[in-house]
């Protein structure tokens, strides 16, 4: 890393962890969402990276979420810290095993399987409602954060600083990642994996620790998001917040572990004041922003950092 | 015993007649254009919306009854002639040229267009047309009542299959359309016009979409929210059977509408699973689906 990018990230971190404190209570919240979603679009664009695009991360964002509810209500576990643990390595689980077999698909086979993984969750959350509530979902009361249980009124600050932390950690761990052997495999995957094979790498093992990896991102996403609101609901693992995700990447961009999460923040706030003044026409803006988008900016929001340069040179 | 199997097998047909027709205007779009339109779910939709106002206004009017069912072709009609042409030439075709990824990320933008704009111009409160339905009257089979109306979209999705059959194999249009399947690049050295084939071709699917949900919509309450289920379960039918195949998407369709009647009468709460587990036991053994080629890969 440039020392130069440093500054800029320790900076960052600082400056939104002060604003926690600072900024009203409804901003804080969504800025919560919006880091959480975040993690859930840094594990698409994880698998952007290797050409894959998946319209199912809420398979392990709503596996991540319902991990934290049942282990709130069958375990009696309050501890945040705890929750966020066993949500990562329950996602991580299960990506160990659908993985297996997706790992092998490439584009819309890979889209459409992760799609209908996706599928199969959200129609068990809805038919076993006499464990995951049906379509009400279950309330998870307020956790303890490291072992204090604060009152309702700094909880969400807590809960917004915790979430910056975990978001700051996974950003550099990915970022350590995409800089491995492993993660320039993933480029190679993308660029033309039979080369790939010929130079003695394995497609599928890179592909499936990828996609494990990515799955602890969103499974950490989902997990945050759960102890934020307070609720989950079978919601969650509908294709549709997949699709969200896969818009919030797109919108971002994928060239660095910051985008996905700048494209979030923008979703977020996007998302609040579009709702508020144009319920009904909201998807459709999205929709053609996404075709606007993909036509002229198709590597999305991070490219506007090189417009300054471009100037310059002509 | 006897019972629940001819159960299964009729539930089983008439869900997989439904599947066919949606499935097989997925399968044409992806074997010509190589596109897979996830927004072939809101096809459906409009279809299903184009049907139950057509229906509705029919019904109004004091006009020979049985002339409400000329308003589920007309609306599916409908539907391909103006969203067909308007989406693959205002949008898709800019695609064509990019990866993959972006083709698919397109059709899910206009996807959510589509979704708003049935909201806009319909409403979100559910509409019901049920006078097709009902008109047929019922029909005993061994202990159980069917609706006629259900026999009816058997019937149907037969008939299409076979003038779509016989309009890829026999006819000088089809023929291209296979020649464009085949070889797109060749085909258009041979002087086919690729650009015009492709918008016939994609009005063609859209028009089997609109159909689909034509033939729905007097059946169920239609209301936003019903594109996005279908789009699923119309690509599991398409994958399953090989994509750009027709014979592939009747097998796939009768397979997952039997599996399905079977879960449902046995094992209720496996329905999606099954649905699921079939379509990666076959991917296992044919990566491509069962009537699915498979491709060389290019350094």
Excluded at chain 1, 2 to 17: C, H, N, Q, Y
Aim: aromatic share 12%.
């Amino acid at each position: 890393m440039k020392p130069r990018a440093v500054l800029i990230g320790v900076l960052s971190f600082v400056g939104l962890g002060a604003v926690g404190f600072v900024l009203p209570r409804w901003t804080v919240f969504l800025f919560s969402l919006a880091l959480a979603r975040g993690l859930a679009a840094l594990s698409v664009a994880l698998l952007m990276r290797a050409g894959l695009v998946s319209f199912g991360q809420s398979l392990f964002f709503a596996t991540g979420a319902y991990t934290a509810a049942f282990m709130v209500r069958l375990l009696g576990v309050r501890e945040a810290g705890l929750l966020l643990v066993g949500a990562v390595i329950v996602s991580m689980t299960v990506a160990a095993l659908t993985g297996l077999w997706i790992a092998r698909y490439r584009e819309i086979f890979f889209a459409m399987l992760s799609l209908a993984f996706t599928m199969i969750l959200y129609g068990w959350l809805l038919k076993a409602y006499w464990i995951t509530g049906g379509t009400d979902g279950l309330r998870i009361p307020p956790p303890t954060v490291l072992g204090t249980a604060w009152s309702v009124d700094t909880l969400r600050s807590v809960l917004y600083e915790a979430t910056l932390v975990c978001t700051a950690v996974a950003l550099v761990l990915i970022h350590l990642f995409l800089d491995s052997p492993l993660g320039y495999a993933l480029r190679a995957v993308r660029d033309n994996e039979v080369r790939l094979e010929y130079l003695g790498s394995s497609v599928w093992q890179v592909v499936y620790w990828a996609y494990v990896l990515a799955a602890g991102l969103a499974g950490l996403g989902g997990v945050l998001t759960a102890l934020n609101v307070g609720h989950v609901d079978p919601q969650l693992a509908y294709w549709t917040t997949a699709g969200e995700f896969v818009f919030i990447t797109l919108l971002g961009g994928t060239e660095s572990v910051l985008a996905p999460l700048i494209g979030a923040v923008v979703f977020e706030f996007l998302r609040t004041y579009a709702l508020k003044y144009a319920p009904y026409t909201w998807q459709m803006a999205l929709g053609g922003m996404m075709l606007l988008l993909i036509l002229f900016m198709p590597r999305g929001l991070w490219t506007l950092r090189y417009l300054r340069f471009r100037k310059a040179v002509s | 015993m006897i019972d629940t199997l001819v159960v299964i097998g009729t539930d089983g047909l008439i869900y997989a007649a439904w599947l066919f027709l949606i499935a097989l205007g997925l399968s044409l779009i992806y074997g010509v254009l190589r596109v897979l339109n996830i927004a072939h779910g809101s096809f459906y939709a409009l279809g299903a919306y184009a049907a139950a106002s057509l229906i509705g206004l029919y019904g109004r009017r004091d006009l020979w009854p049985y002339g409400v069912y000329l308003m589920i072709p007309l609306a599916a009609l409908a539907v391909g002639v103006v969203v067909g042409p308007l989406v693959e030439r205002g949008i898709l075709r800019w695609m064509y040229p990019r990866e993959p990824v972006y083709q698919l990320l397109a059709t899910y933008a206009l996807f959510l267009i589509f979704e708003d704009l049935t909201k806009l111009v319909w409403g979100v409160d559910p509409i019901y047309a049920y006078a097709p339905y009902t008109l047929l009257g019922e029909v005993s089979i061994g202990d159980i009542t069917y609706p006629w109306y259900s026999l009816l979209l058997v019937g149907t999705a037969a008939v299409v299959g076979i003038l779509v059959s016989v309009f890829i194999r026999r006819t000088r249009t089809g023929r291209i359309i296979v020649a464009m399947i085949e070889d797109p690049e060749m085909s258009m050295a041979l002087g086919i016009d690729v650009p015009r084939m492709s918008v016939l071709a994609f009005s063609i699917g859209t028009v089997l979409a609109g159909l689909g949900g034509a033939m729905t919509a007097p059946m169920i309450a239609v209301m936003p929210g019903m594109g996005a289920e279908v789009i699923v379960l119309a690509f599991a039918v398409v994958v399953l059977g090989g994509l750009g195949s027709l014979e592939g998407a009747a097998v796939g369709a009768l397979l997952i509408g039997l599996l399905r009647a079977a879960t449902v009468h046995l094992f209720p709460v496996l329905e999606l699973f099954v649905i699921y587990l079939v379509m990666a036991l076959v991917l296992i053994l044919r990566p491509r689906g069962l009537w699915g080629r498979v491709e060389v890969r290019r350094l």
